[in-house]
């Protein structure tokens, strides 16, 4: 197949550029564009042959689910059988924005769509693009992140070409996303809103508009453990994985860049590829031949869009091992170090 690449000006473009992605989408083909959280790989969320498609093209498990992206509060009552008034409240507040939230689902979505669950995931994006290829296609889009199964999310569509190109009909390239981490996930069936994967919209953000909220205890586990199932059958899988081994170093910057740079220079001694994953503050105090800077330490905006492009990096240069600083665990942190540690496949070491 050949995938046909289009470049989109998101401030400013008329609705006929997306005319060819919205007759591909309405006769089943699959679209990745942009939001402003990642880059998705839309289908028709109410065709199973659309559905079937997108999961035969991430090379993605049939048993999770995908998120349906929708362009008016229309579409939420047309995909949700049950819309509470706190989950209207939260929708009033931020969307269009990177909030998803699951309702029992009406009985139009196809199982395929929901992984064979009874409820959907709905998310209104705020990014033009996405929200002009929803309007004018008149379709409701499933996607889920436009990159391979297990590795890490696109925030450019250089990413989603090296993943998707002749696996798909069409690109949409809007250059890169502003956030850079998907969105917040919160499981609105249970009386209090519980949140099934951290994002930009923190859990403070939450509790203030619905009065409280509660976070699935797989999530805030620091180490998966085997007795706690993550609700969100995605989070399950090991993701966001570069192929080399990486460690995740905490402790003062001294203390941390001493560590690394010993465990560089063993790794080096011995003809091994290492790199090391750094801010623009601490970048200078590593000695090692490839070192990333991942976004400043003054803006934890900056780190959470810079993530998933250094993660990719790692595996353009081939590195074996890598060493990566760690963040604190406040607002925007949670979602940063909840992709790290599954990126690091949970191996830290305190120094
Ligand atoms: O920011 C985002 O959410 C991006 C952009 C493209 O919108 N999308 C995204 O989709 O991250 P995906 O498929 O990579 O992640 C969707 C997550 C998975 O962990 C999935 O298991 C969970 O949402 N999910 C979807 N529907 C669900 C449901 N009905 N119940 C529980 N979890 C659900
Ligand atoms: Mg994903």
């Known amino acids: 197949m050949k995938t046909v690449v289009k470049k989109i000006n998101p401030g400013r473009f008329q ?42 093209a991430k090379g993605r498990p049939s048993d999770n689910p995908l998120i349906v992206h929708i362009a008016d509060l229309k579409g939420l009552y047309d995909l949700a059988s049950d819309v509470s008034p706190k989950a209207l409240r939260l929708a009033e507040e931020f969307w269009p924005g990177p909030l998803t939230m699951i309702f029992p689902k ?7 769509t929901t992984g064979g669950l009874h409820t959907v995931a709905v998310r209104m994006p705020s990014h033009p693009v996405a929200r002009g290829l929803i309007r004018c296609s008149g379709i409701y889009i499933a996607a889920p992140s436009a990159n391979l199964s297990g590795r890490p999310s696109p925030t450019k569509a250089e990413h989603v070409i090296e993943d998707m190109d002749g696996r798909i009909d069409m690109i949409l390239d809007s250059g890169p996303v502003g956030i850079g981490i998907e969105s917040t996930i919160l499981d609105m069936t249970a009386d209090v809103p519980l949140i099934l994967r951290p994002g930009y919209i923190t ?9 409280g909220v509660s976070i699935d205890p797989a999530v805030a586990a620091k180490m998966p453990k085997e007795n706690v199932v993550a609700k969100a059958p995605g989070m399950k899988y090991r993701h966001y994985a570069p192929h080399g081994q990486m460690v995740i170093v905490e402790g003062k910057p001294e203390a941390v860049a001493k560590k ?6 063993e ?20 000695d090692c031949k490839e070192v990333y800077s991942i976004g400043s330490r003054k803006s934890e905006g900056s780190i959470a869009a810079g993530m998933y492009g250094i993660l990719r990096q790692m595996d353009t240069i081939g590195a074996e091992f890598i060493f990566a600083e760690s963040f ?21 070491i305190k120094v």
């Open 328 to 348: 604190a665990e406040d607002t925007l942190g949670q979602a940063i170090m909840n992709r790290m540690l599954k990126a690091a496949g949970y191996h830290r």
């Open 260 to 265: 690394i740079n010993d465990l560089v220079k």
């Open 15 to 56: 609705d006929v550029e997306l005319q060819e992605a919205c007759c591909i989408l309405q006769e089943g083909g699959l679209v990745a564009f942009p939001t402003e959280t990642v880059y998705g790989l839309g289908g028709d969320a109410l065709s199973q042959g659309a559905s079937d498609k997108i999961y035969h």
């Open 106 to 112: 009406k009985e139009n979505v196809p199982m395929a």
């Open 203 to 211: 859990e403070d953000m939450v509790r203030e508009v619905a009065g």
């Open 267 to 286: 790794k080096e001694s011995r003809q091994r590829k290492a790199a090391v994953i750094a801010t623009e503050e601490t970048k200078e105090m590593y």
